[in-house]
């Protein structure tokens, strides 16, 4: 795309206020941190919460919103539903959607999938490798053969999640388990990434690998030429007649 990228990066921004060792990762909230890396990547950024008036996603927020970026947790089930039409509505539209970590669980995330999301998980500070899967692709440039956390939460199969149109990255946890971290889906015209690490008690958004998978997803996911249509105007769109058939005028 020609013209900057915009970006709305939405955070729950929950834990940060009520949890000391949170606060001290990210004293202004993740989101700000994410704002920033994208920022530098020449991005357009605006930041949105979940205590905000309609959590910060008002319809000319959306509307000015070509990739929107979500984390949540604590307080997915407070989410209002109104919103989340909302959001699906856009994404339906074009609008790119990237899902981080335990956003899994969120309701947008599971109204794109139609699936519970659910999966396993353990908290043990343990090292985590992504394999990349799809050595090429637009997310993992830049990324060697893999990424290396050297302390995460785990997160494990099975994960609940129809098959991705693609899976990108792999990981492998010390504690042996396996996940698919990186997988990306179309709906409607809209495109979805859903990348796994961010867990709050490790400064995860620091590590430069994990910055530059978002950035690149961030692009992957942007609206592509031509999917600017309302979601209205995808259905009950009325057919010409059939020239000289008088039956149906
Ligand atoms: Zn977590």
Same mark, same amino acid.
């Given at each position: 795309m020609s013209s900057t990228l915009r970006v709305t990066i939405w955070n729950e921004n929950r834990h940060e206020q009520i949890h000391p060792e949170v606060q001290k990762i990210y004293p202004n909230g993740m989101h700000t941190v994410i704002a920033q890396f994208l920022q530098e990547a020449g991005m357009q950024t605006q930041t949105a919460t979940f205590d905000q008036p309609e959590h910060g996603l008002t319809d000319a927020t959306l509307a000015e919103t070509d990739v929107l970026t979500w984390w949540g947790h604590m307080l997915h089930k407070d989410v209002d539903d109104r919103i989340v039409d909302r959001v699906q509505k856009r994404v339906l539209e074009g609008m790119g959607l990237v899902v981080l970590h335990s956003g899994h669980e969120s309701k947008i995330f599971k109204r794109m999938m139609g699936t519970t999301c659910d999966l396993k998980w353990r908290e043990a500070a343990e090292k985590e490798r992504l394999w990349v899967a799809t050595p090429g692709h637009p997310i993992v440039e830049g990324i060697g053969p893999y990424i290396e956390i050297p302390h995460a939460e785990m997160y494990g199969e099975p994960?609940?999640? @129809?098959?991705?149109? #693609?899976?990108?990255l792999i990981s492998w946890f010390q504690g042996g388990e396996v996940f698919r971290s990186g997988c990306t889906y179309r709906r409607g015209r809209g495109k979805i990434f859903y990348f796994r @690490?961010?867990? #709050?008690?490790? @400064?995860?958004?620091?590590h430069p690998d994990v910055q530059r998978v978002i950035t690149n997803g961030v692009r992957w996911a942007a609206p592509e030429v031509g999917a600017t249509i309302p979601a209205e105007r995808l259905h009950g769109v009325p057919l010409e007649p059939i020239p000289g058939d008088t039956a149906s005028a």
């Open positions: 994960f609940d999640i @129809p098959t991705p149109d #693609e899976l990108i @690490p961010g867990h #709050e008690t490790y @400064p995860i958004y620091y």
